[in-house]
Every structure is written in structure tokens, then in C-alpha cells.
């Protein structure tokens, strides 16, 4: 390893992407002495709470999502074992906010987290929307959670290099449905996939219109694979659909794309689903959801948000994985991607600089991108 | 302490006579309104139609951002009931809006040039209660496009402003110069808060430590009778996201380049 730069002027680069051979080296080095399987817990735990927080203030899905990402990102360049998953989600969703424009102070985030993480406290609450009121909380603990979700935020914009701009994949969803013929309804069972997404490290690998594209392809997949073929006039059948995007086409210059990118991802998408609904079978139907076991709730009953009920779960792990296998019968070559350089990505973040991160001392400068990349004026 | 209904009913009028454009004032009026919806509820949904048939002009936009707070609270109140596993709550005086949205509407912006100060924001009011699905998306345009099929006032009739302090009130109310700034001034505050809470999405209680996929849960029917909270989003980009277009595919090469080598570059240089 080259080394290190000196203390009192540096330049760290913004790497937007990470190949699939880079995700592997630093998971590795950042999991310790966790199991995949802990580690795999402690990410759906961190990408559950998010969702929560951001369904409880209303966020929209592009700060969810990218809380998501920064979420990831983090633990590729930080240990595991030094940090507990609440406070870098909330500094990730702190962050987030304010890269979309979407701003919540600290305190505010600080006290939903509370609510969630604590219902005895809701309970006692007088709110009757289940709101704490965060001055009647014990202002130590608030204040010591405020100043590590801080800390961690400054940790998380150099990990960035405070390059601000974000693609989302929510957009193209519908632009990518809309093209393909899609209904509605496929489309929307994209988007929430496209949501799902945001657990994996799909969307930190691959750009955004990617991302759209192979959700769709998923949603077609699982809307046709041993399901009859229903015919909606004035749409393209998933059928069709999924039948495009499994095999080379003009799709693929004009969207940016190639079918082994949507099969890789596809792959994972069925693995995060398979996951899911064995978690979901698993749950026998609690006590307090409503007891109505259909899959279309009548409207004057809230809908079962809580936990998905076991006998409404439209898949089943047997079907996801024939599926799997089916498509590996046909599946194409994966496109190359950068080999693992020999210098090591987070070694930004480690030897002599560590002591310089998050704080002021020396000059380091954070750039957009590489010398030569995109300097064709 | 309970108190019998017409006690509650009195108390709430004077609460509404009271109410002021401060945050505080709407707070207070609106955990009243909703402690006492169950018994009270379409008796206190009486007296705020009433003090929009009566009231001035002023405070009756007041009572319409009172009722987007009522809203909002109904709406969080609802979901937190049923996240906690308590019996259903219906959505409280949200149904009384939807139900009565056309007639209040008439009240808070009357025809002719009495109405024009508070037509700006009830527009406004209107359009986020479409976003959010708090009104179902067909009524709105339906109130919309009544509000749209007026005739304009005429324009050389200047709207009723006062030119000195001593003018004489009439009964379709000129207000005083200071009271106008006070309204401009309140309206300009009201507005900077909407458009800082524009992105807010309808809200859910989701439980977390589970994986509640997204992806797991019922897609719904083909009519768009109920939207669930998290697809209000999806149902608005839905209708405004423009088609794939060349700016489009300028944005796909971009991170295309910065997400895959091209020929023959090596690893990036992160010396």
C-alpha cells in the first residue's frame, strides 16, 4: 500500500459506486467478528427502522431511500463493532433530509425514534397521536443521543465527500412502466419493490435507471411466473413484459442497460423476498391485527400495516425459488466490472487520517470525482 | 372531568370565537375538538359550520386551516389507534369534511369580491388536501372547478380595502389598514408553512424489527376507492411524472459512466 498522505493536505475522492468485488472486500473487513447471518439482521433492523421513522413523519421515498444508501455506505468504510445501528440510521436519515430538501431538526428525529423504540413511554404519553413530547424527556440522554447522531453525521458526509446530488430509481419506475406497456398496478407493485430494494446493496452497485428497469422486470416476473395470463386491454401482459427484458434487445442501448445487469439484480430481489416471507410465515396472526384474513380489507377497517398476515402473503419460498432456478436455465454473462484496485476504498478512512476525520485540523480536500473523470470541456 | 353536552358545546364556541391564526390557538382548538369527538363530534362539527356561515371573512380562512390541523390530527390519531391494536377509529371529522367539503367551501370563499382574500389559500388548502389524499382526489377537482367556473369580480372594482382608519364598516366588512397588513402578514406565514410541510406524504405507523416487505403486502383493486397512506405517493407521481425523455437518456449515460468502466480504464485512482 502506497503511503499515506500527509496529515495536513489530502484529497479523497467521491466513489458513487461500488463493484460487487469491492462490497465483498470491505463487508468483510467491517463485519469483524460478526456471522453474515448477524450482520444481515443488523442491516434489515437498521432498513426497518428507517422505514418506520419515515413512515411515522411522512417522509417521502426519496429521503427514506437514500437514508437507505447512506446507511450501507457507512458500514462499508466503518467497523460494525464500533457503532450501534440506531444512531447511524438516525445520522443517515438526518443527512438525508437535508440532501432532499426534506429537513427535520435532530431533536425532532430524536423523538419519534423514542416512540418507536419505546412504547411504554407512548403509552403514557397524552398525546393521542402517540407523539412524545421530547422536554420531558431525561435532557442528558437526548442531548448525549443528539451529539453521537452529530458526530456521525460528519463521518457520513466525508464518506460522501459532501457531493450532494442523488439519482433516485422512484421516478424511472413509472417513466420505465409507462414505456414498457406496463398497467398500473404492475407498475406500482415496481415501485414498491423498488422501495424493498433499498435493503439490499443493489441500488449503491448499480445507477438508478438500472435499478428501475430490473424492479419492473421483477414485478413482471413475479406477476407471471405460474400464473395465468390476463389480458388488460391497452397494456403489455406481465407476460410480455418479462419476456423483453430476459433476453437481449434494443431495450438495452436504449435504456443503458443489459439483461445481466436486470438478472443479477433480479436475484437478489428474490432472495430479499424469499427472506421476507418466511419471516412473514412465521408470524402467526397476532391478537391485535383485525381479523379479517382477506387480501382486500374492506374499507371501514384499518388496513393489517403491522405485520403482514401470514394467510395473505402472495408468495410462497417454494414458487420464489423455482423461479430462481428457471432463470438461471437462461441467464446471460455478467458484464465486467472494475477489477478490486490494490488500493483498498476505505483506506480513506483508516492510518494516519483516521484522526484526522471529524475534525479540523490539516486540509483535506473532498472532490467530486477523480482527476480526468468528466474533465472534457 | 366530564362535562354533560351542552357544556362542551358552549365551551367550544367560545374556543372557535377565540380562534387566531397562531399555531398555538389552532393546537388548543383542535385537541379539544378531538377529546370530545366521541360523544360530541357532529355537534362540535355543527358550531364550526356555523361559525363559517357567520363569521368574518378573516376567521373564517382561520377555521380552514384549523380544519387542516383537524385533519392532520384525525389522521395520526387513526393510525396510532390501530397500531397499538385498539379498536378501530374511524377518521373522525375527516368524514364530515369530505362529506361537507362543497358547502364550507361556498361559506369560506363567497362569490364576488367578498370571497377574493380568501380564495388564494383555500386553493392552496384545497390542492394539499388532494395531495394527501385527505379528500378523495375527485371531489377536490369537482370543488375546484366550481371555484374555476365563477365569473371573475369585475376588475376595476378594487377589493375592500379602507383609505383611512375612520371609513365606516359595512356588513360585507372593509377592513382597516392595519388589520389588512395583520391579514397579509398572517397569510404570508400560513403560506411559508405549507409550502415547507409540501413534501409531507400521508403517514402510517409501521412496526419495525420485522421484515414488513413492501413488496408482501395486498396491491388493492383496480378502483382507486381507497388509497393506501403508502401508495399516495406513488398515485401522485403516477399522473405528474413526465414521459422517458432525451434528458432522460443524457442522465442514464451519466451514471451509466460512472458506475462502468470504459474500455480500458483500470480501477479508480484513489491515491
Known amino acids: 500500500m502506497q503511503s499515506p498522505p500527509t496529515p495536513h493536505s489530502s484529497s479523497k475522492y467521491h466513489h458513487p459506486y461500488f463493484t460487487p468485488a469491492e462490497v465483498e472486500y470491505l463487508s468483510i473487513k467491517q463485519r469483524g467478528k460478526l456471522s453474515v447471518t448477524q450482520e444481515d439482521r443488523v442491516r434489515q433492523n437498521a432498513c426497518a427502522f428507517l422505514e418506520s421513522l419515515g413512515a411515522r413523519i411522512g417522509f417521502p421515498r426519496r429521503t427514506v431511500a437514500t437514508a437507505q444508501n447512506l446507511y450501507h455506505r457507512f458500514h462499508l468504510f466503518f467497523p460494525r463493532k464500533d457503532f450501534n445501528y440506531v444512531d447511524v440510521s438516525l445520522a443517515s436519515l438526518y443527512v438525508s433530509t437535508k440532501m432532499h430538501d426534506t429537513l427535520k431538526k435532530p431533536r425532532e428525529l430524536l423523538a419519534v425514534s423514542y416512540a418507536i423504540r419505546y412504547p411504554d413511554l407512548v403509552a403514557k404519553s397524552k398525546h393521542p397521536g402517540g407523539e412524545i413530547d421530547i422536554d420531558s424527556m431525561d435532557q442528558q440522554i437526548v442531548e448525549r443521543d443528539r451529539q453521537r447522531l452529530l458526530s456521525i453525521e460528519r463521518l457520513l458526509l466525508e464518506t460522501v465527500c459532501f457531493n450532494f446530488t442523488s439519482r433516485m430509481p422512484f421516478p424511472y419506475v413509472i417513466k420505465l412502466g409507462k414505456t414498457f406497456g406496463a398497467s398500473k398496478k404492475l407498475t406500482k407493485l415496481a415501485w414498491r419493490l423498488t422501495i424493498d430494494c433499498h435493503r439490499t446493496l443493489v441500488p449503491i452497485q448499480y445507477p438508478p435507471h438500472i435499478v428501475a428497469l430490473a424492479n419492473l422486470y421483477v414485478a413482471a416476473l413475479l406477476s407471471s411466473f405460474e400464473q395465468p395470463i390476463a389480458s388488460d386491454p391497452g397494456t403489455r401482459t406481465p407476460h410480455e413484459i418479462a419476456a423483453i427484458l430476459g433476453k437481449n434487445g434494443d431495450w438495452e442501448s436504449k435504456y443503458q442497460a443489459q439483461v445481466d445487469d436486470l438478472e443479477g439484480i433480479a436475484h437478489t430481489m428474490l432472495d430479499l423476498l424469499v427472506q421476507g416471507v418466511q419471516i412473514a410465515t412465521l408470524n402467526n396472526t397476532s391478537p391485535r391485527t383485525p381479523s379479517s384474513p382477506s387480501p382486500h380489507p374492506s374499507p371501514r377497517m384499518p388496513h393489517p400495516l403491522m405485520e403482514t398476515l401470514a394467510s395473505s402473503v402472495p408468495y410462497n419460498a417454494e414458487q420464489l425459488t423455482r423461479l430462481k432456478i428457471q432463470m438461471r436455465q437462461t441467464e446471460h454473462e455478467p458484464r465486467p466490472r472494475q477489477p478490486l484496485g490494490s488500493a483498498d476504498p476505505s483506506a480513506l478512512y483508516s492510518g494516519d487520517d483516521v484522526g484526522l476525520l471529524g475534525r479540523s485540523e490539516g486540509t483535506v480536500r473532498f472532490l467530486f470525482g477523480p482527476a480526468g473523470a468528466g474533465d472534457d470541456f | ?271
Open chain 2, 1 to 271: 372531568m366530564s362535562m354533560d353536552p351542552f357544556e362542551v358545546r358552549i365551551q367550544f364556541l367560545a374556543l372557535l370565537k377565540r380562534l387566531n391564526a397562531s399555531q398555538q390557538s389552532i393546537q388548543k382548538v383542535v385537541g379539544f375538538a378531538v377529546k370530545y369527538f366521541p360523544p360530541c363530534g357532529e355537534d362540535l362539527w355543527d358550531c364550526i359550520v356555523e361559525e363559517c356561515q357567520k363569521g368574518s371573512i378573516n376567521s373564517r380562512i382561520n377555521i380552514l386551516y384549523f380544519l387542516d390541523s383537524l385533519c392532520e390530527t384525525c389522521l395520526l390519531v387513526r393510525s396510532h389507534s390501530s397500531s397499538i391494536g385498539s379498536d378501530p377509529v374511524n377518521k373522525q371529522y375527516v368524514d364530515f369534511v369530505n362529506r361537507d367539503i362543497g358547502k364550507i367551501v361556498e361559506c369560506i370563499v363567497p362569490a364576488g369580491r367578498e370571497g377574493l382574500p380568501n380564495l388564494t389559500s383555500t386553493k392552496q388548502i384545497l390542492e394539499n388536501w388532494r395531495s394527501k389524499r385527505v379528500v378523495d382526489a375527485q371531489t377536490i377537482d369537482d370543488v375546484l372547478s366550481a371555484l374555476g367556473k365563477r365569473s371573475p369580480p369585475v376588475a376595476s372594482q378594487a377589493p375592500p380595502v379602507a383609505s383611512t382608519p375612520s371609513h365606516k364598516k359595512s356588513s360585507h366588512s372593509s377592513l382597516s389598514r392595519s388589520e389588512v397588513f395583520k391579514r397579509i402578514e398572517e397569510d404570508r406565514e400560513r403560506h411559508k408553512r405549507l409550502r415547507e410541510r409540501r413534501w409531507v406524504q400521508p403517514i402510517s405507523h409501521r412496526a419495525p424489527g420485522q421484515m414488513n416487505l413492501l413488496s408482501l403486502l395486498p396491491i388493492g383493486g383496480e378502483n382507486d376507492q381507497e388509497v393506501l397512506p403508502l401508495d399516495v405517493e406513488f398515485e401522485n407521481d403516477w399522473e405528474t411524472t413526465s414521459d422517458w425523455n432525451e434528458d432522460d437518456d443524457e442522465a442514464a449515460v451519466d451514471e451509466s459512466e460512472l458506475c462502468f468502466p470504459a474500455e480500458g480504464e483500470g480501477p479508480m485512482d484513489l491515491s
